[in-house]
Each structure stands twice: as structure tokens, then as C-alpha cells.
């Protein structure tokens, strides 16, 4: 084992008797001051069945790290339920629950010198979190996502927990009936794992994978499924490996794995959430990262594969089909991957792939071949324009026309809109813009998974624009715009807009613009005063002073001296 240890002063030498005898009373025996202290940062609740699978996935990692000569410590850290705090104020909570998780994992690793540390998550923000702690650290450390969801069943249709929401808004519009709708909830979660489709807990573990931090193949597996539980062994072994090596995060998170996890991204049609936090990520590992190299990368990226929320299929479909290596596997013999990175493994990406077929298998169609793509190009579109001179982000796959323009139907908050919908106040042709919901306004950048669902369960996600300074949920699609900066509550244009002004949302010109003249917007510019903050203490009131603007990921340590 090497002597590079970072506990090495904590748990060797008759000076640092007090400190062995706090380790003894752990389980700490002579032979095992010599050993890595290895953390296990476990985001295990009951709160989310994404979560409450995790704690068995410590216990294996736990034995494979003990099995490889490392000695374990599990520690807790924290998770907020996307799908159960959706369209209430406890959203708000959902993007700081980000940073509270990256702060967490470096309060424990740092504070008890750990040599390195294996994070395991299942909710939304538990992988960016992991990863921006990972990536601040620079220790050797590995991420275990906790697995995906099996899909639910309902008259021979899977069902996703986006299916319940998107069922609301057809009971609303009289396409359902009531025992319908109470069937497709009934239904929709089945059991333990994250959000089926290709939402953000599958988007960013699939990222993760392509990044090279964690396990080949480990990124679309089923919580529930005895694979999961051996590869979160496995991945305890490889990590003790990698402090032996002292393999760190930042040979790994690189400029050239980060153009790598969004290629990937596009190729599987992930979620919006993905900019946002690989802009994070990037921040937290040094890397250079603009929102423009979303759309450089988008613009030569295909979308190869038919998920949720816009397409056909789950992740344990994509997983049957080949997986993530797969896709990877496609991307790389057509030159979109750089395959010289580093893995956690010590294999570059293109050893992993060696023996992966250039081709999908026969005999299915979640991974489409090269020549027949769902898209030829990838589906996040950075949209600029005066309503965003930072940009904002455009999901454009499941959308006939991504093109509209037309009058504004202004809102203050999410609740203000959602009802306005199921009371058939929105029409075709309108486009709906949801402000105050940044990460300073909101504060928090609260998810519209409820209006976006609401509008595709009546049936207007064809003719229907929606911008927001908000974010979306991985299962949102239709014609909506994202993390419009600057935000309302900074001043931005989107704080101008008044009811009845013609907006274009554009994602072919990657335009969303206020047909406002220059002159007007001054005025209004002129006249404008800011809202006072809705929360001055605890942990929202921090959050709001602190946060940075989502065009650069709405980090809240940014040039804080």
C-alpha cells in the first residue's frame, strides 16, 4: 500500500494515541492503522424510493473495500425527493440540496482526512453533488449510482413517474376518467430506483459513466437487480486500487471527458438539468466550460437512442440493448470521443470499449443504428437573444415545429400558471413565460414539471411555448425554454415582458426573443424595481445571496473573495 495517505498522521504514532483510540472503538484493530481510510458517502433514505435502496449498496461496497485492503467509514448525507416536492415550495430546496450534498461529502472527507471516497446516490441531485465534492477534493473517489427504476404497467403501456403527472392533465381535459388517473398512480412506481426514463438521475449517471467515473455498464442497471449490488462491490475494489495508485479525480474530469459525458448526453436525449450541472462540475474541477460548447457539441452529436420522456423506452431497456458502452461504442468510431481519457479503472475509454460492437444489436430499437438516428442532431439547444443575453436551454426532441411566436401569458409563479392551464385559460399559440423562479428569484430554480405536464396532458404540447427562468425536470419535453439568464430577479428582459407582448421561441435560429423595441424595453427598463428577497434567513436566504446565475451553473462559490 502507499504511504501517500492523508490519514497517515491521524492513525499512526504513539502521539496520535487519542485519535487511534476514538478508530478502535469503530472496529479499528493494530493491523488496520496502515490501511486507507476509505469514506463511504451514503445518501440512503426512505424519503424517495431512488434512495431507499442505497444503504444495501453501502454494505457491498463496505465488503469490497475491506476485501481489497482498504477500511471503510460510512457516512450520511442528505437527498430531497424531485418527483414528491414538484410544484410546492419545497422545490425550492431541490438545487440547494446540491450544494448541501457537495459540501457535506467535503465536510466529512476533509475533516477526518479520508484517502478517498466512494459516493453512492439515487435522487436527482445526489450525482452532481457527489461530483462537485469529488471533483473540489481531488482525492480518489468513485461514484455508485443506486440504480434505475423498473418500469410500471398500465393496459400493456410502461409507466414512468412523469406518466402521473402528465395523466392530471388529461383527467383536466376530460381524456381520462378518475379511476384512470387513480390507476396510472397506483401503478407508475413500481419499487425501489430512480425516475425510469432518461431524466436527470439517468442522464447524469450515464454521464458519469462516459466520464470515467464510475463502473462500465453500472449507469442504466435496475436498483433492484443483483448486478447492482456486485458492481457497487466491485466499485470498492477499483477504488482502493485507485488510492494505491493515487489515480485522482482531476486526471479523470477533464476538459476532454467532460466533451465526452455531453456528447452522450445528446446521443441519449438527457435531460436539461445536465448543462446546468456539468457547468457546476466543471467550476468545481478547474475545467473550462461555457454554455456555448452545449451547442458546438450539439451541433455535430446525433440522438441515437428512443427514451423517455419524448420517445418509447426506459433505461432498462437501454441497458439490454448494450448500455452506455454501446452508445459510446457508436460515438467513438465516428470520431465524436475522445478515447485517450482516463477511467477510474486506469483503462482509457478506448480500452474499455475495445470489444464493444461498432453496431447496436439486431432485434431491438432502443439504440438506433448510425444512419437512421432519432435526430441528426442533439436536442439542447442554447437559445440567446434579448430575453436571454446569457442564453438559455431549449429541449427540442418531441416536438413537430420547435417554432412559435406569439402573445405572452405572463406569470409570477409556478402555481399562478399551473392553474391558469387546468382552468383552459392557456390556448394554442400562446407562449406562457413562468419569471421569478430563479436561482436568486425562487430562490432555488424550481422544476415545472406540473405546467409542462399539465400542457402535454392537454394535449397542446404541439402549439404551446413555455420560458422560464426556471428549470425543468428531466421528464419535461415540448416547446419550452429553460434557465432563461439573466434571471427576473437580477433585472434580466424577462423581468420586462407584459402580457399580450409577441414573443418568439425559435430553436432552429437558436433565438428566443422579445418583439419589443429597444426604445420600449428602456422605458420598462427605467421603471423596473427589484422584488424583495421571499426569504432573508436560513439556508434559501444564504443560497439567494450567494447564488451564481445559472449561465454558470448556479454555483454558490464563485469569486466569493
Known sequence: MSENFRSKAITQGVQRSPNRAMLRATGFQDEDFSKAIVGIANAYSTITPCNMGLNDLALRADKGIRAAGGMPQVFGTITVSDGI????????????????????????CNGESMDGVLTIGGCDKNMPGSMIAIARMNIPAIFVYGGTIKPGSYRECDLTVVSAFEAVGAFKAGKIDEQELLEIERRACPGAGSCGGMYTANTMSSAFEAMGMSLPYSSTMAAEDGEKAESAEKSGHVLVEAIRQQRLPRDIITRKSIENAISVIMAVGGSTNAVLH???IAHAAGVDLKLDDFETIRARVPVLCDLKPS?????????????IPQVMKMLLVHDLLHEDCLTITGQTIGEVLKDVPAEPPAGQDVIRPWDNPMYPQGHLAILKGNLATEGAVAKITGVKKPQITGPARVFESEEECLEAILEDKIKAGDVVVIRYEGPKGGPGMREMLAPTSAIIGKGLGDSVGLITDGRFSGGTYGMVVGHVAPEAAVGGNIA????????????????????VSEAELQQRRA??????????????GKYAKLVASSSLGAVTDLDLF
Open 85 to 108: 416536492s414538484m410544484g410546492t415550495e419545497g422545490m425550492k430546496y431541490s438545487l440547494v440540496s446540491r450544494e448541501v450534498i457537495a459540501d457535506s461529502i467535503e465536510t466529512a
Open 278 to 280: 456539468f457547468l457546476a
Open 311 to 323: 420517445g418509447r423506452y426506459v433505461a432498462t431497456d437501454l441497458h439490454r440493448a448494450g448500455g
Open 496 to 515: 420586462l415582458i407584459e402580457e399580450g407582448d409577441s414573443v418568439t421561441i425559435d430553436a432552429h435560429a437558436r433565438l428566443l426573443q422579445l418583439n
Open 527 to 540: 421603471k423596473w424595481q427589484p422584488k424583495p428577497p421571499r426569504y432573508t434567513k436560513g439556508i434559501l
